[in-house]
């Protein structure tokens, strides 16, 4: 299931400096969440599983099947919405994973996704939103439930804990300009990729053209990037946000979603 990727360059540099000791395994076969069994076959190339669990008073009782399994004590790996590239510390070492629905995308752009992760696995941030939340996602959801399905509020809570991390790793890819200049042309046309989506996506809220989770979810994700991200989102881009994490996100959900009845 799981085959070692050797690494060199600039992504051999990144990962000296921020998660030395993370494996890269190339995976099989595509995933959102890996099945436990296959999850545990991470012990044959890793010296430890640790599972994270957390309390059942965290997750209403409505939220996806996907939220409760990761608040179990079951050895979760992936959460949906992770993309082509998960990471977890949950082994020792960490390990970053690549799948392969990457197969074919630009080497710099799936380069790029893979330094992205190896920087997030050495912050001390958590690996998903509930970790960041904690016991104020109930409240969270309490701010989105007469606007957004369990589902919805999945997604902008992953959407908004996204952004959360995008202000932490967007220094150190904006570091990159000096001796890593292939990582910071990857980053920055990623970034300018999302512009002209970004452009007219405010007015595609307020017209119903997109919904609302899935407005946050994109315009989360270029926080990263350093580009101009817009109303209402424009508020998670903020030192405050940096600061306050889980409470602000709460407020902000208050705010913004009352607004749009």
């Known amino acids: 299931m799981f085959s070692e990727r050797s690494l060199d360059g600039e992504l ?7 998660a030395p000791d993370a494996l890269v395994l190339d995976c099989e076969r595509d995933f959102e969440t890996l099945d436990p069994a296959v999850a ?3 012990l044959l190339v890793t010296d430890d599983v640790a599972p994270l669990s957390y309390p059942d008073e965290w997750v209403p009782d409505d939220a996806p099947a996907e939220l409760h399994a990761f608040a179990s004590s079951d050895f979760t790996v992936g959460t949906p919405g992770d993309g082509g590239v998960a990471w977890t510390r949950q082994t020792d070492p960490a390990v970053v994973l690549v799948k392969p629905r990457l197969a074919g995308s630009p080497d710099d752009f799936v380069e790029f996704l893979l330094a992205e ?3 997030a696995t050495g912050l001390e941030v958590p690996e998903q939103f509930l970790g960041f939340f904690e016991e104020r996602y ?9 606007h957004l399905s369990p589902a919805g509020t999945y997604q902008l809570a992953a959407a908004v804990f996204d952004a959360f991390v995008g202000l932490q790793t967007r220094p150190v890819f904006a570091d990159w300009e000096g001796d890593l200049p292939a990582l910071f042309d990857a980053w920055v046309d990623a970034g300018e990729r999302l512009e002209p ?5 405010s007015g595609e809220v307020a017209m119903g053209q997109t919904k609302f989770p899935a407005a946050a979810e994109l315009a989360c994700s270029a926080i990263k990037h350093g580009v101009e991200v ?3 989102f424009a508020a998670l881009d903020t030192s405050a946000y940096g600061e306050y994490g889980p409470e ?6 208050e705010k913004t979603l009352a607004e749009l009845r």
């Open 40 to 42: 545990e076959e991470l």
């Open 230 to 232: 817009p109303a209402p």
């Open 12 to 18: 051999a540099t990144v990962r000296e400096r921020h």
């Open 138 to 146: 109930r409240a969270f959801a309490a701010a989105t439930a007469d």
């Open 117 to 119: 992760a190896l920087v």
């Open 197 to 201: 989506r970004l452009g007219d996506l």
């Open 248 to 253: 602000y996100a709460v407020t902000w959900a």
